[in-house]
């Protein structure tokens, strides 16, 4: 691996021509020729992306690489980045978000001075204006080394917060589920096993869009693409299940699988009841329960997606023989309430 380049960032790219332009402005830009590289990967885009890419390319030959290859969605274009990755670390930056650019530049100049496993930075969630929507940061402090152990505490992992050294990944030979939606759970999930030391960033790195017409949070989408959801979660843990972990890792990969667990059984039982064919999740369940009756147990525990309630609402559907509760009916009206409250 060339040590030079500090970080190789990973864009993903299918049909984004109205976002394009702006997330690789975020990274193209001179003065970090020598330090990062860029590997767009277009997915077959049937839209302008690959000439957009190629004109930034043009510009940008030292720092832009762009991969053109058959659509085999987000998975396959994370696999296609790391066989080519020369970075130390490296991170995703999807295509319709970008780079906070004062954020981005003091970033990698911090990691170019450390050695860790993996770095932590906040990030902003934004509308389509680039309105903040709401900042995530972590409770850690900036220069210290911190012990995988800290990451079992209480906080929210999004991909946006993180990046990985590079030969981490290659030494598990990690790559992630092709031809489904998704796999960003995945890049939270097996590469953190790699994980005995972390850092921090506090200042935000990242600005993730949020509110575009398809994209896979959209409700309507979730609904269309819910196997993808379940043939992730059975990816995690049949991976989780072939491996050996350390009692940190196994917290924190237990951790992961239950918090998908709960998107999914919320997604059935709450959000959407009665908008799926619910005999995808009694085969989900039936599934868990051969596989491992400890986590089968654990998500007994989950609570509905609402703080402060505490109900075990699937062992109560598990218990009721798979039949819809009135409680679990009233968790349901509750969230179509609040729902709506937001749209307001």
């Avoid at 999807?94 to 990698?108: L, M, N, Q, T």
């Avoid at 599934?287 to 609402?306: A, E, G």
């Amino acid at each position: 691996m060339n040590n030079q380049l500090t970080l190789s960032v990973v864009i993903p790219t299918y049909n984004m021509e109205r976002f394009l332009n702006r997330c690789l402005s975020s990274v193209c830009i001179k003065k970090f020729i020598g330090q990062i590289e860029v590997i767009l990967v277009n997915d077959g885009s049937t839209d302008s992306s690959l000439a957009i890419a190629t004109s930034f390319n043009q510009s940008f030959p030292e720092l832009l690489r762009v991969i053109d290859k058959p659509n085999g969605n987000y998975g396959s274009c994370i696999n296609a980045a790391l066989d080519l990755a020369n970075g130390k670390y490296i991170k995703i930056l999807d295509a319709d978000d970008c780079f906070d650019p004062i954020g981005f530049e003091k970033f990698v100049d911090y990691i170019s001075k450390i050695d860790v496993d993996l770095i932590l930075s906040d990030f902003d969630m934004v509308d389509e204006k680039g309105k903040v929507i709401r900042h995530y940061k972590y409770p850690y402090k900036l220069h210290e080394t911190y012990p995988v152990t800290k990451l079992n505490e209480p906080i929210e992992m999004w991909m946006h917060a993180v990046a990985y050294r590079t030969d981490n990944l290659r030494e598990i030979q990690y790559s992630q589920t092709e031809g489904v939606s998704y796999t960003d759970q995945e890049w939270l999930f097996l590469p953190m096993s790699t994980v005995n030391t972390f850092s921090y960033f506090p200042k935000t790195v990242y600005r993730y869009t949020v509110g575009r017409s398809g994209q896979t949070i959209d409700p309507d989408v979730f609904i269309r693409k819910i196997d993808d959801e379940i043939t992730g979660f059975r990816v995690m843990l049949n991976e989780y299940l072939e491996g050996q972990w350390t009692n940190e890792h196994d917290r924190y990969l237990t951790g992961r699988l239950l918090t998908r667990a709960g998107t999914i059984y919320s997604a059935f039982l709450i959000y959407y009841l009665g908008g799926m064919n619910m005999e995808k999740l009694v085969s989900l369940d039936k599934f868990i329960s051969d596989k491992s009756q400890r986590l089968y147990y654990l998500t007994n525990n989950i609570n509905p997606p609402f703080k402060l309630l505490k109900y075990k609402y699937i062992h109560d559907w598990r218990k009721n023989g798979y039949r819809i509760s009135l409680m679990i009916r009233i968790l349901h009206y509750i969230k179509k309430i609040r729902r709506k409250i937001c749209r307001k």
